[in-house]
C-alpha cells in the first residue's frame, strides 16, 4: 500500500512539472501512464489514467502533434510514448529558439533605459543560475570573494572565462588557492591568510563583472541575492572585494606583527565592532 502511495505521488510530482512545460492535466496523465504501458490503446490508457475517455483522444491528438506519443497501428490504433530525453532535447531546443526569438523582438519595441534597480532574487536555483550567467557573459574582469563550497558550483563556468581569457580576482573563504587557479590570469588569495569565515558578512557570496554588474547573495539559510547595474552599488561590491584583496596581501606580508599587535584573526578589532551575536560566533569559530 506504501509503494502505491509512493508511485501515486510521484505521477503526481511529474504531472505537476509536466503542467510548467506546457502540458495540460490529461496530456501529462496519458504521457506517464504510456511510459507505464506501451503500446496502448486509447481504452487502456483512459482505465489505467483514470482519464475520461473522450479527454484521452483529445490528449493523445495533442501529443501526437506534439510528437510525444505516436500511434503504431490500426486496429485499434495502439500509441507509444516518445523516449523522455528526445522528447524534452526538442522542446528544451524549441522553447530556447521562442525564447530568443521574443526577447529579440521585445528589445525591439521596449525604450532603451539604462537599469538603476536593485533587483531580489529568491531560491537556491535562481540565484546560482543568475550567478553562471554573469560568468558565462563576463568579457574582462571577475572579482569574486566567496566560500570554496558555493564556488565551486561555479568552478565549470569560472574555467571557461579563465580561458577566454577573463581575468579573475577571487578572494577565498577555503584553504586551497590553487583549486580555483585556471590560468595566468587567474589571482587568487586565501581571506586574512587564513580562509576562515567571521563576521555576517564572511558568509555572502559577492560577484562584481566588467566593473558593471554585481551580484550579493546571502547562502545561508534561504538564499536571497540582489543584483544590480546601478553604478555606486557596483562600486561598493567592487570596493568590499579590493580591500580584502589588500588585506590578503598584507596578512602574506605581516602576518605575524598584525597577530602580535591586534591579536590572531583580529580579534582585538573585531571585539570592538562586533554585535553580541558576531563576539559569540567569533568564540565559538576560533576559541578565542
Request: proline letters at 4%; a negative charge.
Amino acid at each position: 500500500m506504501a509503494g502505491k502511495l509512493a508511485v501515486t505521488h510521484g505521477a503526481s510530482e511529474l504531472a505537476g512539472d509536466l503542467k510548467r512545460l506546457g502540458f495540460t492535466e490529461y496530456e501529462a496523465r496519458v504521457y506517464i501512464q504510456l511510459l507505464r504501458q506501451s503500446p496502448a490503446t486509447a481504452y487502456e490508457i483512459s482505465k489505467s489514467a483514470g482519464v475520461p475517455r473522450p479527454n484521452t483522444y483529445q490528449a493523445l491528438e495533442a501529443l501526437a502533434q506534439r510528437s510525444a506519443v505516436l500511434p503504431v497501428s490500426e486496429t485499434p490504433v495502439r500509441y507509444v510514448a516518445a523516449k523522455p530525453s528526445e522528447l524534452f532535447d526538442t522542446i528544451a531546443r524549441q522553447t530556447q529558439t521562442l525564447c530568443n526569438d521574443l526577447a529579440d523582438r521585445l528589445s525591439a519595441i521596449a525604450p532603451t533605459v539604462d537599469d538603476q534597480y536593485v533587483w531580489t532574487l529568491r531560491g537556491e536555483l535562481s540565484v546560482h543560475d543568475k550567478i553562471d550567467s554573469l560568468i558565462s557573459e563576463s568579457r574582462e574582469v571577475i572579482w569574486v570573494k566567496a566560500a570554496d563550497d558555493v564556488l565551486r558550483r561555479h568552478k565549470t563556468a569560472l574555467k571557461a572565462a579563465a580561458e577566454r581569457g577573463v581575468e579573475t580576482l577571487i578572494v577565498l573563504f577555503g584553504f586551497d588557492a590553487d583549486e580555483f587557479r585556471f590560468t595566468d590570469k587567474s589571482r587568487v588569495y586565501i581571506h586574512e591568510g587564513s580562509g576562515v569565515r567571521m563576521g555576517s558578512a564572511d558568509n555572502l557570496f559577492t560577484l562584481a563583472v566588467d566593473h558593471a554588474e554585481m551580484l550579493t547573495a546571502a547562502m545561508d539559510g534561504e538564499v536571497i541575492a540582489a543584483y544590480s547595474r546601478n553604478r555606486p552599488i557596483v562600486n561598493l561590491a567592487q570596493s568590499l572585494i579590493r580591500h580584502d584583496y589588500y588585506m590578503a596581501e598584507i596578512f602574506a606580508r605581516f602576518g605575524p606583527q598584525i597577530d602580535a599587535e591586534f591579536g590572531p584573526h583580529l580579534k582585538a578589532l573585531r571585539m570592538a565592532c562586533f554585535s553580541p551575536a558576531e563576539i559569540a560566533s567569533f568564540r565559538k569559530k576560533t576559541g578565542l
